[in-house]
C-alpha cells in the first residue's frame, strides 16, 4: 500500500517505511523529526521544472508529462529502481513531500507509477519504435 504524506505532518507507525521525493531537504525539519527511512533526491523533478510548475499551478498536465520525461534520466531511472524494490518489498510505504499542493506534486505521479507498477515510457525499445512510426504516420497523413 502506497501513501501519501507532507513530510512536515507527524509520523505515525501506520507509515510504514518513509521515503522522502524532494530533492531539498525540507525547511526547518530536523533529521529526528522527520523520521525518513529513504531519501530518494534523484526522483525529485528538476529546479527548473518545479520553478516552471510553481509559477504555472494550473499547467498540472503538462508538468506531469515533463516529469515523467525527466524520470527517464539515468540517475531517476536508478532511484525509480530503488522505489520499486521497496515497494516489492514492504507492505507499506509513504511518499513524503514538501509541497503545500497535495492534490498535485511529484508524489502523486510517484504514487500513480507505484500503483500500477508502470515505469515512464521509453525512450527506446519497440514500444518506443512503434509509438515514433504512429507519430510520423499521423504527421504524413494529408489534411
Do not use: C
Not at 518545479?50 to 520525461?69: C, D, E, G, I, S
Not at 509513504?94 to 502523486?108: D, H, I, Q
Amino acid at each position: 500500500m502506497i501513501n501519501l504524506k507532507r513530510v512536515y505532518d507527524p509520523a505515525s507507525l501506520s507509515d510504514g517505511v518513509r521515503v522522502l521525493v524532494d530533492r531539498l531537504w525540507p525547511r526547518g525539519l530536523t533529521k529526528d523529526k522527520a523520521k525518513i527511512d529513504e531519501w530518494l533526491r534523484d526522483l525529485a523533478p528538476s529546479d527548473e521544472l518545479r520553478k516552471w510548475y510553481h509559477a504555472r499551478p494550473t499547467q498540472w498536465m503538462n508538468f506531469r508529462k515533463r516529469y515523467l520525461v525527466e524520470l527517464r534520466a539515468p540517475e531517476a531511472t536508478a532511484a525509480l529502481e530503488q522505489l520499486y524494490a521497496l515497494a516489492n518489498s514492504r507492505k507499506q510505504i509513504t511518499l513524503l513531500y514538501a509541497s503545500k499542493n497535495t492534490e498535485r506534486n511529484n508524489a502523486t505521479v510517484l504514487k500513480d507509477l507505484l500503483d500500477g507498477m508502470r515505469k515512464p515510457p521509453s525512450t527506446s525499445g519497440p514500444a518506443a519504435a512503434a509509438a515514433a512510426g504512429r507519430a510520423r504516420a499521423v504527421r504524413r497523413r494529408p489534411k
